[in-house]
């Protein structure tokens, strides 16, 4: 095969799991050794119909709302947060809860407490109807309301165009968020920023290493389920920085073999809560068709663990202050 026609992957790295959703996934596990089966969980843990699945095998019960828990029931609650209100629920009903809301989300809910504290007008960046966006919204709900995109910034109102702050949901597009944060100053010139980046370093740096191999890439596929907010960005993402064509698949019995029609190089990467044998599976799969030169890009390397929740915090910890846990059948990226 010659080099104008042999048939390569380029990997993105970093991709699947971030911090936060192996903090989540393990807290569940821990949960299970800890109290034994069932565990109930409110809401998806993390956005992986994989990692759902093989949970609901070990005895974990999913379910949307606090109110189908039986009283005195442990329930976990997702990585995407809750709001106050879900927490007094769960206290009326006695439940033995265990919050495995990813830090940087909570980082954001403290961000809207300190901004109402401060009686400003909160404009919430993100996809309503989401879990995460929901959550947050929860903990300011009378200064907050949600914007999703530039497009709908002509429509907010405001109290006092002076003080108005802005917040984002972790998982969205860079680039979009910055287009929509632009629009909001343009309307209110004294826009508040949040004290940090709202959008999550994993969010940020798989965009990047997508942005990075896109525009050599015939085909890029995402690995990641419908309902992941960051995984759809990223299909997004990596058709707008070149990529001839893009998809999104739960796994790699969605790939098309037409998608291969003509195509020499395609690029791969996963969202944040990927496990990487999803990924091994698809780049199998790829093999078959002849794509076996695989080369991995990285563009960043991520070294940020997260502690469990103090519920099982001491389950975890190793004599030398190290923190370990037994991994799921499902290895992180």
Wanted: proline residues 5%; glycine residues 6%; aromatic residues 4%.
């Amino acid at each position: 095969m010659t080099a104008t026609n042999r048939r390569r992957v380029l990997l993105a790295k970093p991709r699947g799991y971030c911090a936060g959703v192996d903090r989540a996934v393990v807290t569940v596990e821990k949960a299970l050794e800890q109290y034994g089966a069932p565990i109930y969980v409110r809401k998806q843990i993390v956005h992986n119909t994989h990692v759902v699945r093989t949970l609901e095998e070990r005895g974990v019960i999913f379910v949307e709302e606090t109110s189908e828990v039986p009283e005195g029931a442990t329930v976990v609650f997702s990585a995407h947060g809750v709001s106050p209100q879900v927490h007094k629920e769960a206290a009326e009903r006695g439940l033995k809860t265990i919050d495995a809301a990813c830090p940087l989300v909570t980082k954001v809910h403290k961000e809207a407490q300190r901004f109402a504290a401060e009686d400003l007008d909160i404009i919430l960046i993100g996809h309503t109807g989401h879990e995460e966006v929901e959550g947050t919204s929860g903990h300011a709900p009378e200064h907050i309301q949600v914007v999703d995109g530039p497009e709908e910034v002509a429509d907010i109102k405001v109290r006092d165009p002076n003080r108005v702050a802005w917040l984002s949901q972790t998982t969205l597009s860079v680039d979009e968020t910055n287009a929509t944060v632009q629009a909001l100053r343009e309307r209110f010139p004294n826009l508040i920023d949040p004290p940090s980046d709202d959008i999550c370093y994993a969010t940020s740096n798989r965009q990047a290493a997508v942005k990075a191999i896109a525009p050599q890439c015939d085909l890029f596929v995402v690995v990641g389920s419908a309902n992941s907010s960051n995984s759809v960005r990223l299909v997004e993402v990596a058709r707008d920085a070149g990529a001839r064509a893009s998809y999104l698949v739960d796994n790699a019995t969605f790939m098309k073999e037409e998608w291969l029609e003509g195509v020499s190089t395609v690029g791969v990467s996963s969202g944040a809560s990927v496990p990487e044998i999803l990924v091994r599976e698809l780049l199998d799969r790829l093999a078959e068709f002849g794509f076996t030169d695989v080369e991995e890009v990285e563009t960043e390397r991520e070294k940020l663990t997260f502690a469990l929740p103090k519920e099982l915090r001491s389950r975890r910890a190793k004599g030398d202050g190290s923190l370990v846990g037994t991994p799921l059948p499902v290895s992180p990226a």
